[in-house]
């Protein structure tokens, strides 16, 4: 990666929209979105070591621990493609994590950009993730009331018409992610405070206005 390319992070509980939002920025600004849930999805669905030791933990709404995250995420960022930027979706989430994130950034004289927290209403998101559901061909995201295709059943950006829900968009597992997230990935919120690189907004608005939200602050960092 480029030692000025923007390292952006998206912070927030379940159903804040970072992913929503993330592939919003990379069509906007050509920025590759580094989603560690969809990394490990992959894993759990290859049957890889990473994915069998993740699959009960996730199902539980629990954190996967931080050896399995990282190994993925450098794995993931020493990869070509990564080169003009990047925006981290769900990563980090934890202190280890974003300790190692600053220690891989500073290899190749680099630092966290902004770190960009989608703030939300706890209960609202209960509904906003259990009625989610994605397309099996392209990973676009939709949701039963608040994001449908304009073809019922139709993919909008690919045509593919196999719909998925994940194994943990229920409310109970819902409930488990936001302690997980209050107890262990909040915190963060002080950390890149603390180094002058935060930024809140309000994302319970419609998606529309909270993707100009972030163009205006992605915009000043990744023109
Ligand atoms: P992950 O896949 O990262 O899930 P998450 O953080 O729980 O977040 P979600 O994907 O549920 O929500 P989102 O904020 O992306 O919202 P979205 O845009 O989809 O992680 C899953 C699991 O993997 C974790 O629980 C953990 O086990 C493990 N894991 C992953 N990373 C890890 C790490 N770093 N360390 C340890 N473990 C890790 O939006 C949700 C829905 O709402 C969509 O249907 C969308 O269309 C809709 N929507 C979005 N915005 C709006 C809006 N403004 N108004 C109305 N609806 C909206």
Avoid: W
Avoid at 16 to 24: E, F, L, N, S, V
């Amino acid at each position: 990666m480029a030692n000025n390319a923007p390292v952006l992070i998206l912070l927030g509980p379940p159903g804040a929209g970072k992913g929503t939002q993330a592939r919003m920025l990379e069509e906007d600004y050509g920025l590759v979105q580094l989603s560690t849930g969809d990394m490990l999805r992959a894993a759990v669905a290859a049957g890889s070591d990473a994915g069998k030791r993740a699959k009960a933990v996730m199902e539980a709404g629990q954190l996967v621990s931080d050896d399995i995250v990282l190994a993925i995420l450098r794995d993931r960022m020493g990869q070509p493609d990564v080169a003009k930027g990047i925006i981290l979706d769900g990563f980090p989430r934890t202190d280890g994590q974003a300790a190692a994130l600053d220690g891989l950034l500073a290899g190749s004289g680099q630092r966290v950009t902004a770190a960009i927290s989608l703030e939300v209403d706890d209960e609202a998101m209960v509904g906003r993730v259990s009625g989610r559901y994605t397309c099996a061909k392209c990973g676009e995201g939709y949701h039963d009331q608040f994001k449908l295709p304009a073809s019922a059943g139709v993919c909008d950006k690919c045509g593919g018409t196999d719909m998925k829900r994940r194994a943990d968009d229920n409310a109970e597992t819902v409930r488990e992610r936001l302690k997980a997230y209050h107890a262990q990935t909040a915190p963060l919120i002080a950390y890149y405070a603390g180094k002058g690189v935060l930024q809140k907004i309000d994302a319970m608005g419609p998606i529309a206005d909270i993707r100009k939200s972030l163009g205006s602050i992605v915009g000043q960092v990744a023109a």
